[in-house]
Every structure is written in structure tokens, then in C-alpha cells.
């Protein structure tokens, strides 16, 4: 199974002890969510991994290498490193040593007999907070946390992190670029939404602490944390809790929590390039990670300096509504049992109700004169046909750049200071069909606050061709003279973290932090009406206005 003159990281092994060998086996459980204290082995020794998975680290050069069930790892000699283990389920190696008389060190990372013993050797597990917990812990809890690290999200291909949230069984209806492209109340956003109770119920943390909302809440009332603002070139892991929380981080928590975990320690330099394009030449996606840190004790084994830096830059092509067949057309070609729903489209040249009569008068399609036989009395004149959509996206044109800074100061093993610094521009430009002018009710049109109507002194109102003139309010008008709309909204993100970590006696940490975060969106929307101005133009007795906006 193994046969090797060197250790995992490389290094040669050097000669052997002198004197009387003695043999030593040791049977280790990790638990997840748990690192072992950093340790050394005085002598040549080998793991094996039984069930789980393990991940292994150096700590003077901060290398790291994966353990998967049924493998070996030669371990370095005299040289610090530490077992990890952050994914669900237990890990157990099985630990062979041979030395002259000697108690390898590795012993002390069991629990010992004399508890005291642990404390003076350093043996005892390092704690980690889990997502779900404010009090740090060791190993599994009550609560129902998974674990997905970069491993599992670059194996399966994904390419952000709401590919990854949007694939989870557990989350329903998440708000997504491909599920709310072009005009939308949060334009360029994506959130989970953990059992489907909405996104404003899901909490969504960075390295635990609070992320800023994204600026354009989800109809105008659910705010969220939008994941295109966390480059994926940032992320370490991410932790999910998949019960109510609202305990432990409040009422925004009652669906879940989604803890996303930034890069912590790196040594070296990672460039990773991703190229697709559909068998239809659109959805064109490029993606691009540059991630480099550097490690290094400073005066003492227990001093350390670590600064970790990341880029990211993703962009994707548009595609269009007309390009996919199940976005429109004859749907009973697939199957009788299947046919086309007819769709009501507003009227193409327009629909007005009295608002004294209630009497509906409609613009004649091509009608080019004003002049009684270009309008009609009597229901709407909504046209029903088969949709197909002209000028619409399934997926708008993203653009996304941004990184991270990280840098942690360990002067002494229990004292830590940190700095993260987060930033993230995020671009998507949408188009889709102009969505006109509608109004169902008599109290007509209300946007921005303006009433649209026709007053009755108008000199293109139709109603005075059938009787006493009077103010009208539009029932639909289609704006397709307009041109479709065009929508480009801008978000920029700065989010960072200034802190300090003591380790006291007797397993108490205090951690102070200060964290500042702003998120800020521009909505564009082109070939749309202004309704203030239109309504302006209305009440104006002057031909050409009235002319010139419909």
C-alpha cells in the first residue's frame, strides 16, 4: 500500500533511531468541524484513513495535502502539523510507529487519563465555532450542520456559490439570475431560501459575522444577502445550518443559516481558468481565480504572521427567450395532451374607460387619423395568441470582479489579531419586452405615485366622438413604439472585519471586532415612460405632446 523514502510534503526521511525498537499503534477519531493541536513526530510513522476524509497540515509553510478513506499518508518527522477534519461524519486513522524507546508525541493528541496533562502538552482539540453555536465547541452538536468545502464545489464544476446553494435539495424557490432575469424587483441578486419560507428567513453570514443586504430589497420588503457579492475565489467553505435559529442569531434565522467561510491560511499561488459556451454559442461564462498567501512563523514557533489575497472575475453571455423552445411556441408539437395556453396581451394601440360613463373606448389597431371611425366602444380589445418572446432573456449579461484581503498576526499562541477586507462589483444588463401601461381599476395607472387619465378637454380624447367628452383613465396601452426595455443595474460591495482573539485560562476566548459593510445598486431602465412627465403632456390641450409620447 505504501513505499516511500519521503514524507507527504516531500522531504526525505533521514536515518533511523539507534537501540531496542519498539512498536506503537494508535487508533485516532477526528471529529468534524474539529482540528488536533499542532504536534510533531520525533520518528518515522504512517497513518492510514478508515472511514472519512482528513486534510493535513504544515504549519511553518501552511502546505496542506487530502486523506481520503482507504489511503496512507507518511508523515513528516520533527516538523509541526495538525489533523483537520470539517465535513460530516467521523474520521478515524490508524497511526503505526516505530521507535527506540520513545513515546511519540502523537499520543498526546488523545484524551488523556490525567486532564491536566492535556492542558501542559498542548494536546487538548483546538475549538472551532461551528455555525450554529455562539459558544466555540469541539466535534458534532444537536444541531443539523453540513459542511461543503472548495473540494466538493470544484469537483462537481460549479462556478458560484449560488450554483452550489441553487442545487441543495433543501432549498426551494432561491432567488437567482436565471429565475428573475431582466426587470425584476431585485435586478442581479441571488439569495438562498432554505425551505422555501421566503429569503428574508434565511441568514446568511461571512466568516459568522453579518453581511450587508443587498440595496433593492425583493419586492420592495424582503431584504437578503446577495451572493454574487462573495466572490468564489474568496471561499474556503461553507457551512450551512439547516434548522431555525432564530434562538441564537434572531428572526431573520427562522429558516436557517448559510455561513460562508473565507480562505484563512495559503502558501504559494493558484491560478484557475473556466471556459464555457452552450451548444447554441450563448451562455458564453469565463471565469477567472487568482489566489496567493504566504505563511511564516516569526520569532518564535508560536508567532505567526499570514496574509491571504484573492481575485475573482466571472462574466456570462446573455440568452435569449426565442432561442429555447420551452420558453414559447406550440407546445402540442411535444404532445396533444399539451396544448398552447393562449396569452392576453395589453391592446397594441390602446384602451381607455370613462371615468363618469364607465364606458370602454378602444384605439383601432393601425388607426392613424383622429377621427371617429379610428375608435370603437365596448369590451377591451386584448389580443389572445400563442407568446413569443421577442425581445425577452432567460439569462441577462453578467459581470462580476472582486477579492479579498486577509491578514491574521498570532504574536503568541493565545493571542490572534485579524483583517479582512471584502470588495465586489457586480453588473447585469437585461432586456425585455416593454411592459406598457395597464391599469385594471378606475382609479388608473398609480406609479410614483402619478394617476394617469385623459382629461376631458383633450383634444385626442375619443370620447368626445360619442357624446359629452369626458376624463378617462387607460385601461392598457402597449409602449411597443418605445422599444423594448433595457436594464443595467450596478451594485458595489465593501465589507471588512478588524479584530483581536484572547485565549484565556480554563477554555474562555474573548473576541472583539469591529465590522463595516456597504452595498450600494444603480438601476437604469431605458425606453421606459415617465409617468410624471406623461401625465404632464396629457393635461396639455397641445397636439403635438400627446402625439409625441404615445
Partial sequence: MLQTTQSWDGTNYKSYSTGQPQLTVLRIKVPPNTALHWHHHPVISVGYVLPGELKVEKRETGERTLV????????????????????????????????????????????????????????????????????????????????????????????????????????????APLTNSGINSSPASSAPNLRGLNVS?????????????????????????DLNSIPLAAIDRIEILKDGASAVYGDDAVAGVVNIILKDEYNGADIYNYYSVTDRGDAETYHGQFTAGRSTKLWSDDSKLSIVTAFDYFSSSPIESIDRSYAYGDKSKLAAKYPDTPTQFLPPAGSCLGQTTGTVYNVRERATANVASSFTTGAENTVNQPFIPFNSQLVGREERYGGIVKVKFEP???????????????????????????????????????????PANNPFNPSRFFGTPEALTGRGQSFDEFGPLHETTITRTIFN???????????????????????????????AALNDRLQLALERTIAWAFRTIL
Fill in 497 to 527: 472585519v478588524v479584530g483581536a482573539t484572547l485565549q484565556l485560562p480554563h477554555s474562555w476566548v474573548v473576541d472583539a471586532s469591529y465590522t463595516f459593510g456597504e452595498s450600494d445598486s444603480t438601476q437604469t431602465l431605458t425606453n
Fill in 68 to 175: 481520503h478513506a482507504g489511503q496512507t499518508l507518511a508523515e513528516t518527522v520533527q516538523t509541526k502539523e495538525r489533523y483537520m477534519k470539517v465535513k460530516c461524519g467521523l474520521t478515524m486513522v490508524v497511526q503505526i510507529l516505530a521507535a527506540a524507546f520513545m513515546l511519540p508525541a502523537i499520543v498526546l493528541a488523545q484524551a488523556p487519563a490525567n486532564p491536566s496533562a492535556a492542558t501542559e502538552t498542548g494536546g487538548q482539540l483546538q475549538q472551532i465555532t461551528v455555525t450554529g453555536y455562539v459558544i466555540p465547541r469541539i466535534g458534532q452538536g444537536p444541531q443539523p450542520v453540513v459542511t461543503y468545502d472548495r473540494d466538493y464545489v470544484d469537483k462537481l464544476g460549479y462556478q458560484t456559490a449560488t450554483d452550489l446553494i441553487r442545487a441543495l435539495p433543501f432549498n426551494n424557490a432561491a432567488l
Fill in 412 to 454: 503568541t499562541n493565545w493571542l490572534k489579531f485579524y483583517d479582512t477586507l471584502l470588495v465586489q462589483r457586480s453588473e447585469e444588463n437585461g432586456v425585455t419586452p416593454n411592459q406598457g401601461l395597464f391599469s385594471s381599476s378606475i382609479a388608473g395607472d398609480k406609479v410614483a405615485g402619478t394617476q394617469i387619465f385623459i
Fill in 201 to 225: 428567513s434565511t441568514l446568511t453570514l461571512v466568516d459568522g459575522h453579518r453581511f450587508p443586504d443587498f440595496p433593492i430589497p425583493l419586492g420592495g420588503t424582503l431584504s437578503f444577502v
